[in-house]
């Protein structure tokens, strides 16, 4: 009767442990067997979404089976609450506890906007609007100056205060979010760049160097002339002279400019009109970018005070208004002439 008992017993320890080996088998298979994941797939998890809310959206894509072996898995190992949010790019053959790691490290999909250097605050708004990524907050009929103030910086002239780079960040990220970073990017290089200016700048503050960098950044077509570019805007301060550079005039037109810049055009009086004003603009004129910041705080020494575009991208740089005009000839009107440079 013993011997029975104890036969019984062991019996039961068998299929205990077949039933245990059995489980741990099915568990191990369901664990490792790859996601039924598509092709360049990619899984956005909100915030506040639950494993189980995970487990039942994958079960909708048809990537899991069944739900309960990733969410008991998730709780079991106690990785559930460390799940977080973003956007993720899941490659084919992800298993679940792969999955969950990758959930865990938070490595998320980054969408990119580029700032683009000599835009101006209209250009980068159209920008921002059309982003097909960034969640959109700011809406076409909010003023430059309200825009300002859903940014933190009210009675702030938005142009220029942008620094133009590639700016990453994950899916909903705001087009304020983006503008505040851009914005603290700004001040912090204009700030840093500051400290290493050149002595006797005519610029009472860093502001001015700003909107000197602004203009050396339309007036440039190739990067290495910003320095003497800078330097002859420079010059013509120190003597009192106008800056009388286009890129202000067209900036002062603003929506009325239709891409010439006619006589009276220049004769036009606006806040920007450097051909009728002997000062700086009251504003930068565009966003300038950490060369052109560069150069207007460490100009080109030298006698020129004026260029000419030889229609290449670069300019021809002459001291004298005879020897300026003379390459005026040459090469905006085509006259065959012979200039000298004394």
Known sequence: MRFLRLLALSALYCLAAVVLISGLIF???????????EPNATLLVKSGTSVNGLAADLKKRGWLDNKETLSL???????????RAGEYPIAQGTTIPELVQQLIGGKTIQH???????????EL?????????????????????????????PGQHPEGRFLPET????????????????????????????QTRDAGLPYAS???????????????????????????????LRKGMKLQTDPTVIYGMGTAYDGNIRRADLRRPTAY????IAAMPPTPIAMPGKAAIDAALHPTDGRSLYFVSRNDGTHVFSATLKQHECNVDVYQRGKNRTCRFD
């Open 27 to 37: 568990v191990d298979r369901a664990l490792n067997k790859p996601l039924n994941v």
């Open 73 to 83: 898995y998730a709780r079991i190992t106690g990785k559930a609450p460390k799940i």
């Open 112 to 122: 990119g906007l580029t700032i683009v250097e000599g835009n101006n605050f209209r």
């Open 125 to 153: 708004r159209a920008q921002l609007a059309a982003h097909p990524t960034l969640t959109q907050t700011l809406t076409a009929s909010m003023t430059d100056a309200e825009v300002m103030a859903a940014i933190g910086q």
């Open 167 to 194: 700016f990453l960040f994950p899916r909903g990220f705001s087009d304020v979010d983006l503008l505040k970073r851009a914005y603290a990017d700004m001040e912090k290089a204009l700030a840093a760049a500051w």
């Open 206 to 236: 860093p502001y001015e160097a700003l909107i000197m960098a602004s203009i050396v950044e339309k007036e440039t077509g190739q990067a290495f002339e910003r320095p003497e570019i800078a330097g002859v805007f420079v010059r013509r």
């Open 273 to 276: 009109n450097t051909y009728t």
